[in-house]
T-cell receptor, first 114, second 112 residues
Framework: DAGVIQSPRHEVTEMGQEVTLRCKPISGHNSLFWYRQTMMRGLELLIYFNNNVPIDDSGMPEDRFSAKMPNASFSTLKIQPSEPRDSAVYFC????????????FGSGTQLSVL | DQQVKQNSPSLSVQEGRISILNCDYTNSMFDYFLWYKKYPAEGPTFLISISSIKDKNEDGRFTVFLNKSAKHLSLHIVPSQPGDSAVYFCAARNQAGTALIFGKGTTLSVSS
């Protein structure tokens, strides 16, 4: 299996622009998670899905952030409009079950908002 | 309000010696704990875990100890190797069933 695939690996954009991050989970995994890594806050959970349904989005920082999972093999995290403080590494992870099972992470998207 | 705390941002150890990484938690409802390792430009990868019904779990050079009364766990690496240099994240699961909650991480540097 190719593992969790994220794109792009790097994204540099200007403040105010829309940013879309993409994720393909491991086939057969039915839970998908979006995390954000910053120096100040470490790895923080943004949102997670179970069977394509959002379960907990309490970690999404603002209404500027939105996430979708239209099918079992694809998810997006969108930031509109982006701000410099959104600069971070965004990780997608998947697991076979949602309840604290071992997560498999993608390589992350390094986002820089200028 | 961090429920999982890794108070040491960094740790430096010589090759062959023991590395001890610490993690504290505040939520008594946590029942399962994991350690992840992260190399630069890669995602975190699972290393070792422990259930709250145990106080020790060992896997090769890696051992995790859990002290529930103190709400503290530690990861021991013996002997440490240069390839162990990475960021180590402690994570915990709530009994009620939520996604994993991670600490801020500790950067381990093992010098040869």
């Amino acid at each position: 299996d190719a593992g969790v695939i994220q794109s792009p690996r790097h994204e540099v954009t200007e403040m105010g622009q829309e940013v879309t991050l993409r994720c393909k989970p491991i086939s057969g995994h039915n839970s998908l998670f979006w995390y954000r890594q910053t120096m100040m806050r470490g790895l923080e959970l943004l949102i997670y899905f179970n069977n394509n349904v959002p379960i907990d989005d309490s970690g999404m920082p603002e209404d500027r952030f939105s996430a979708k999972m239209p099918n079992a093999s694809f998810s997006t995290l969108k930031i509109q409009p982006s701000e410099p403080r959104d600069s971070a590494v965004y990780f997608c992870a998947s697991s076979f079950r949602v309840l604290g099972e071992k997560l498999f992470f993608g390589s992350g998207t390094q986002l820089s908002v200028l | 309000d961090q429920q999982v705390k890794q108070n040491s941002p960094s740790l430096s150890v010589q090759e062959g010696r023991i590395s001890i990484l610490n993690c504290d938690y505040t939520n008594s409802m946590f029942d399962y704990f994991l350690w992840y390792k992260k190399y630069p430009a890669e995602g975190p990868t699972f290393l070792i875990s422990i259930s709250s019904i145990k106080d020790k779990n060992e896997d090769g050079r890696f051992t995790v100890f859990l002290n529930k009364s103190a709400k503290h766990l530690s990861l021991h690496i013996v002997p440490s190797q240069p390839g162990d240099s990475a960021v180590y994240f402690c994570a915990a699961r709530n009994q009620a069933g939520t996604a994993l909650i991670f600490g801020k991480g500790t950067t381990l540097s093992v010098s040869s």
